[in-house]
């Protein structure tokens, strides 16, 4: 008798780290297993569950699916006014119709439909459909229902761009400028005294990462150092206000001299995990690209059944003495409908790398606003062919106010390379331009997630999601300006008007890193995977494993997705946010002290 199986057995904790160790008992029979073979008659026993898991770890080949909430409140009304393009006047949500009838200046917000994922709107006279002699606005073409407002791809984070530059602006009107690759930004707010001990206190948009303990390396524009240094230890996180640690940082005040530290000076800073070790456990700062590879027609996308979001469906009847057409009808201003996303095509990921040049381990869906109707999407600079509608910035360029970062005379810092095409209608001897945002192709390259990766650390973190914004074309459809009841009466300047946010990348985790960096010498260790970091320091190859498919440690961390004709089919739940100017989705700021009573 033999091992003729080669059977293997290894400890959990051998595995992987955070494994468990587990009793395998083998049965070993006490027979004879040997016999005369005739010549075509062969046996084998075969384990299925062995098989099937031996094809699921060697596939590389993933079909993604999504369900997906549309939050989208609809919170800018406008008019047409003088333009009077009547396909618009006659399809909005009315306001101050008694008003409106006597000014004829119709009022109202666009309707659902303009923003809606799937539009529904394919028989309605005049606007999609032939109306007697008068021409629509479009001639609906019900294949294209899923695309005329949003188009989704598949794309992953294809590599790093250090040189992308940033801006901050601050609520009293200051700007702090800083190239992604120069770290994380800040500007100091002296004095300030903790139990006795004077500190300097730095502020940050994002979130810093840092630990007390840890080192940061400062960067002051034309700044040397003190004693030819820019490392500093972190003291202490925060400030008195509730949930500052995030946002502040502390170093000690050893009474540094000159004006470096002084109230309000800005710079940037990197983070060090270990003084001694400087240069390898540095931090490193970037914005991610983002790689399609799919196209438009490879998408599926279905109403999910009967789900919805908790949000109201919320319709109104126009009546007919009270719409500028004389026609009754009902119209939509909100809705709550899900959707289910998936794809016809099949990722074999095996080809590619990250942004880290690891094996992929997480495909994002990716959402672009299409806006063919033409509602929105005006070029920020006309005079320039192809010129971009969309603009682009991260959730520090978010405010409780229009923050100035978005405006059109900032294009070269918020414009996206998506370029914008147009068509026009002529209607009553008036030429009317219409502009939508073009579809993306397989291979195209777009902006992604402000980070930080750590290579000791091997972990990469999002500092800040990138957004984008669109906003109205003002030509055509006005917001705030002629309604003086409006409660968002924005201020309409073409420069920077209000609009619509929304964040285009979202993840789907295909395999997930382990919790702890794996260290060793690779002529001692079994398995190091060619991603791994070698430290000059250590001399020694640190790395985080890709943990199996199926496999999920005690601390949750892992994927069991099924597994079908070698085919993984991953899966996620997305809230994709259209959210107006002024509604914040990412803290900002430090927060300030919580109320208190006798009851804390």
């Keep these: 008798m033999s091992n003729q199986i080669e059977t293997r057995i290894v400890l959990g904790s051998k595995r992987y780290k955070t494994a468990i160790n587990t ?32 094809e699921r ?23 047409t006014g003088l333009v009077d393009y009547k396909p618009y006047t006659y399809n909005m949500y009315y306001v101050n119709q008694l008003n409106s ?95 006795g001990q004077d500190l300097i206190s730095f502020v940050c948009p994002v979130k810093h990462n840092l630990s007390e303990g840890e080192y940061v390396e400062i960067n002051i524009p034309g700044w040397l150092g ?91 009847y126009e009546y007919s003495s009270l719409t500028p057409d004389h026609t009754a009808r009902i119209t939509q201003k909100d809705g709550n409908q899900s959707y289910l996303i998936s794809f016809s095509k099949d990722i074999d990921v095996k080809p590619y790398v990250d942004n880290q040049n690891r ?26 062919p192809n010129c971009p509608a969309i603009r682009e910035g991260f959730g520090f360029n978010i405010s409780t106010e229009i923050n100035p970062y978005w405006a059109a005379s900032n294009i070269a810092r918020n414009k996206t390379n998506i370029p914008t095409n147009s068509y026009s209608k002529t209607i009553g001897g008036n030429t009317f331009n219409f502009y939508y945002n073009t579809d993306l192709k397989e291979g ?41 009841s409006d409660p968002f009466n924005f201020s309409c300047t073409q420069n920077n008007p209000p609009g619509y946010y929304y964040k285009p990348h979202h993840p789907v985790t295909l395999r997930v890193y382990s919790d702890y960096v794996e260290e060793g010498d690779i002529k001692t260790i079994e398995g ?27 601390g949750g961390l892992g994927v069991d997705y099924p597994f079908l004709n070698g085919t993984h089919y991953p899966s996620t739940k997305i809230i994709f946010r259209l959210f107006p100017e002024g509604n914040v989705p990412e803290q900002l700021y430090a927060i300030a002290d919580p109320d208190t009573d006798d009851c804390e």
Aim: glycine content about 8%; charged content about 20%; some cysteine.
């Design 101 to 195: 009838f006597n000014t004829t200046m119709w009022s109202g917000y666009p309707l659902y439909n303009e923003f809606d994922i799937i539009r529904t709107d394919n028989k309605v006279p005049g606007y999609t459909t032939t109306s007697g002699s008068v021409q629509p606005h479009i001639y609906f073409v019900n294949k294209s229902a899923t695309t005329y407002n949003w188009t989704q791809y598949i794309s992953y984070a294809y590599q790093n761009d250090y040189t992308k530059r940033l801006e901050f602006y601050e609520d009293d009107g200051g700007t702090n400028g800083w190239m992604a690759g120069d770290g994380i930004p800040f500007y100091i707010q002296n004095p300030y005294n903790e139990s």
């Design 528 to 554: 190091v995977p060619d991603y791994a970091y070698f430290s000059e320091y250590y001399q020694s190859l640190r790395w985080r494993d890709l943990y199996t498919y199926g496999f999920i440690d005690s």
């Design 57 to 79: 770890q060697a596939s590389s080949t993933f079909r993604i699916s999504a369900n997906m909430d549309f939050m989208f409140y609809n919170v800018y009304s406008g008019s």
């Design 359 to 384: 094996p992929l381990s997480e495909l994002f869906i990716t959402i672009i606003n299409k806006g063919y109707f033409g509602w929105m999407n005006k070029p920020l600079d006309s005079n320039i």
């Design 444 to 484: 195209d390259i777009i902006d992604g997630d402000y980070c930080e990766f750590n290579q000791f650390d091997q972990k990469e973190r999002v500092i800040s999601g990138l957004y984008h914004k669109i906003v109205f074309n003002s030509n055509l459809f006005k917001v705030g300006c002629l309604i003086n």
């Design 226 to 316: 003190y004693g030819g240094t820019k490392i500093f230890q972190v003291y202490s996180l925060g400030q008195s206000g509730f949930g500052s640690g995030e946002y502040i940082f502390n170093i000690y005040n050893y009474g540094f001299t000159g004006v470096t530290f002084t109230n309000d000076t800005k710079g940037t800073f990197k983070r060090i995990i270990d003084i001694y070790n400087s240069g390898e456990t540095k931090s490193q700062y970037y914005v991610r690209k983002h790689k399609i590879i799919t196209n438009v027609p490879d998408t599926i996308l279905t109403k999910a059944g009967f789900e919805y979001n908790p949000f109201d469906n919320v319709r109104q």
């Design 23 to 54: 009793d395998i008992g083998i049965k070993v029979p006490l027979e004879n297993t040997q016999k005369e073979i005739d010549e075509f008659d062969r046996n084998n026993r075969v384990s299925l569950a062995q098989v099937f898991d031996d």
